[in-house]
């Protein structure tokens, strides 16, 4: 199946500083990003959508100014929290959806776990 | 606004035992339904899809049904082993209105199979 990574798997930072996340599609070319938060015992909740060469979606309630994701080519996209603080602390993960892929199936990163102190 | 729901919200059994999880979402217009496993601390895995046509999908232990019109799904795995212990997650795909189709996630069912 299609392989979606992240790095890093897991980061501490300090709070104030930015950090940034990297998803990479290594099979296939995604055209379409997806970055998700899951707090402990809770479902994903979508932050973003992204499609590359264009400005990210954000959902409603996330700070674009905050979580800012660039997806400037067909496989990579990043995720930079700026400013951290210890309510970002959280399980990102990224999923992708390419072309030849079945062309609505999603494809999941392994997760980045972010904790702010 | 859909809506993603899982019963149980954990469940433990034996070893061996046949087990039934339940999905339901609000909003029939899915383009497809997906079960995902996810394991502590881990990302996703998906077990199996559904298009909004067919009514069901196998893959080895494992059977998922979909009955949109009810907004139904359930997830069947036979014979179940202690490896099959983890978070089993449905999600739903719509299409935004925009240019998106979107996953919208139930918040999962903790299953512990006991050796």
């Known amino acids: 199946g299609a392989v979606v990574s992240q790095h890093p798997s897991r980061v501490i930072c300090k709070s104030g500083t930015s950090v940034k996340i990297e998803c990479r599609s290594l099979d296939f070319q995604a055209t379409t990003m997806f970055w998700y938060r899951q707090f402990p015992k809770q479902s994903l909740m979508l932050m973003a959508t992204s499609n590359e060469g264009s400005k990210a979606t954000y959902e409603q309630g996330v700070e674009k100014d905050k979580f800012l994701i660039n997806h400037a080519s067909l496989t990579l996209s990043t995720l930079t929290v700026t400013s951290a603080h210890p309510e970002d602390s959280s399980f990102y993960i990224c999923?992708?959806?390419?072309f030849g892929r079945g062309s609505y199936e999603q494809y999941f990163g392994p997760g980045t776990r972010l904790t702010v102190t | 606004k859909q809506e993603v729901t899982q019963i149980p919200a954990a469940l433990s059994v034996p070893e061996g035992e046949n087990l039934v999880l339940n999905c339901s979402f609000t909003d029939s217009a899915i383009y497809n339904l997906q079960w995902f496993r996810q394991d502590p601390g881990k990302g996703l895995t998906s077990l199996l899809l559904i298009q909004s046509s067919q009514r069901e999908q196998t893959s080895g232990r494992l059977n998922a049904s979909l009955d949109k019109s009810s907004g139904r799904s359930t997830l069947y795995i036979a014979a179940s082993q202690p490896g099959d212990s983890a978070t089993y997650l449905c999600?739903?795909?719509?299409?935004?209105?925009?240019?998106?189709?979107?996953?919208?996630f139930g918040k999962g069912t903790l299953l512990t199979v006991n050796p």
């Open positions: 999600a739903v795909q719509l299409f935004d209105g925009g240019s998106n189709y979107k996953l919208t």
């Open positions: 999923s992708a959806r390419g």
